[in-house]
């Protein structure tokens, strides 16, 4: 998977450091903080078994209340 990215960065002439890791990142990020989605939904949709997990991708605080 990392490959692809790094070969579709080169075509596209990014010289930044693209990994799967960061395109998951970026995805909790932009869904959870920009379209207002549910942390819970969040959660299930990247697959994680722990809400801890998806509070690290989307910023939030790392307390479970």
């Known amino acids: 998977m990392n490959w692809q990215l790094k070969r579709l ?18 995805f909790a990020t932009t869904v959870c903080l920009t379209q207002g989605v549910p942390i819970e939904s969040l959660s299930q949709m990247m697959g994680h078994l722990s809400i801890k997990t998806t509070q690290f991708y989307a910023g939030a605080p790392r307390m479970v209340a």
């Open 9 to 26: 960065a080169k075509a596209a002439n990014i010289d930044k450091r693209l990994t799967f890791h960061m395109s998951r990142f970026t």
